[in-house]
């Protein structure tokens, strides 16, 4: 390789470099955001979760639909929560590995798989499987008015009996090193996640049980899946920051050893040059 | 002092208020209700309004676009919706989801006007706008 070459590859890993560098920055500002959104969204989950829990422990008149679990399973509705962008490692390759083994056990079992997907990169890697419903370009702020079409597609579909089970498969967010793919039952709802409640008495419900009741279960589920969306930005900040700090990493050696070949290269050119010159002023003389 | 309670306004997204106060007042979709301390268990959807409360004698009032209210002696949660919600616009939402996925198994992209969403924007201007009407009086008479 020529010098000038070696000096050429330089100068293009070191601008490469720059560009990783400023992801990492602010995949690591954007994952702090995404990981106070995340906190922000609990006292809604928890104060849902205990009024659910009143609910469906309580001996009301009306039971909810989706507290009750239905013995025969024919069909499955699964919700992949994916990201929109590449370039964080290996988060949805693992999401979407373990979402295909899910697929695999129910089709095993003789089950059907229905699916709706958020973010870009699931709609890519499950368009063969067919996929409902789908909602995508979220963006980094997801607004859970922009969720709510593939929610109501599942729940609908619920409701009609099309699917007797609702399963969501997102990225776990661990701490800021560690995301874990990871799926969670929404209906019917797990009851070991309802708290143990202690008090027997009832609310006066407006309009009725019913009316209030089936809004609750709808915005709670909502709100289940809005907090996976959110945690799955988390977990994408994270592992780009991640994988952007190896690829700065990788660059930093690749520039040292290409500097090492280029001095070399030189210093070969200059030894060189100066044995010529002294050959030439011996055959002169 | 007055008896005072304990007031929660969250959303899915965010806490919007949390502190004590003497009284609330919110938009139930059977009317407007009228919460003290120590009122019975009770939980009400709520419908698009305002949300007034006294805290320290004075009123302030908060927009919220519907959602749940429980009410337990001396704390009050309202469970407030992030956008104006009616079965007709998740309908519409849960519609174009299925199309944008049907659009993308095909490989098109479907443009087009978004009526029912640009209606609901303009209800909630108007209930906002409504709402700082209202503020604008009460702070006149003062």
Known sequence: MGLKEIRTQIKSIQSTKKITKAMEMVAASKMRRAAERMQASRPYAQKMREVVSHMAKGHLEYKHPYTLEREDVKRVGYIIISTDRGLCGGLNTNLFKKAFQEIADWKEQGVEVDIAVYGGKALNAFKRYGVVAEATGLGDRPELADMIGPIKVMLDAYDEGKIDRLIMVENEFINNMTQKPRSTQLVPIVSEELEELDYHWDYLYEPDSKEVIDALMQRYIESLIYQGVVENVACEMSSRMIAMKSATDNAGSMIDKLQLVYNKARQAAITQEISEIVAGAAAVE | ?142
């Not at chain 2, 019975?40 to 919220?64: C, N, S």
């Not at chain 2, 704390?75 to 998740?90: C, H, K, M, Q, S």
């Not at chain 2, 006007?113 to 906002?128: I, V």
């Open chain 2, 1 to 142: 002092m007055a008896m005072t309670m304990h007031l929660n306004v969250v959303s899915a997204e965010e806490e919007l208020f949390s502190g004590t106060v003497e009284e609330v007042f919110a938009p139930g979709t059977m009317g407007d209700l009228g919460i003290i301390p120590r009122h019975a268990q009770l939980v009400t959807t709520l419908k698009p309004g305002e949300l007034r409360y006294v805290a320290d004698g004075h009123m302030a009032a908060l927009f919220v676009s519907g959602g749940i209210m429980e009410v337990q002696p001396h704390v009050v949660t309202v469970l407030a919706d992030t956008a104006i919600r009616a079965d007709d616009l998740d309908e519409k939402a849960a519609t174009e989801a299925k199309e944008r996925a049907e659009a993308a198994l095909e490989g098109k992209d479907p443009e087009d006007l978004d009526y029912e969403a640009l209606q609901a924007e303009l209800e909630a201007a108007k209930a906002q706008i409504q709402m700082i009407h209202n503020i604008g009086k009460t702070l006149g008479r003062h």
